[in-house]
């Protein structure tokens, strides 16, 4: 019995280890800027999943742009994220703001899109009406027939 308890002991102390956090960066992104960047990510990984191959045909690297647009290179954004991801408390405060910033988003496009829907059917709703109110002027006129040599 004393064999079994020295094994689970030896087992517990082994199965312990230190967890290693990544340094924090000298180049360190702040968080708005992390945040900035992961929702033009965000919405840029949803353009390229609604069409990737004319994106691709035309030689659009949406990772350049997104790095250039924020003045950042790949290495620095990759330091900065593992390093925020390791960061349990800063990196649910990023995704829950990229979450907010992309809801609103699409609140905004959602309504646009309504607005877009209704204005479509209001300008059908006018061309019926016309077309009906043409064809009920046209029902009360009489057709006069040619007239017979």
């Known amino acids: 019995m004393r064999i079994a308890g020295y094994i689970v002991i030896l087992l517990l102390v082994g199965a312990c280890q230190e ?9 360190l992104l702040s968080k708005e800027k992390m945040i900035e960047i992961l929702v033009e990510s965000y ?3 949803s353009a390229r999943s609604i069409d990737n191959r004319k994106l691709r045909d035309a030689g659009v690297q949406l990772d350049s742009i997104l790095y250039k647009k924020f003045d950042v290179d790949s290495l620095t954004f990759a330091e900065s994220h593992v390093y ?3 960061q349990l408390n800063d990196y649910i405060y990023i995704i829950s703001e990229v979450e907010k ?3 609103a988003k699409k609140r905004i496009l959602d309504s646009v899109i309504q607005e877009e829907a209704k204005a479509q059917r209001d300008t059908l709703d006018k061309k ?3 077309r009906r109110t043409l064809k009920d002027s046209a029902q009360g006129v009489k057709l006069i027939e040619p007239a017979k040599d």
């Open 19 to 27: 967890v290693i956090r990544p340094e924090k960066p000298k180049n």
């Open 43 to 45: 919405t840029g990984n």
């Open 84 to 86: 925020y991801s390791s």
């Open 101 to 103: 910033v992309l809801t």
């Open 128 to 130: 019926r009406e016309e």
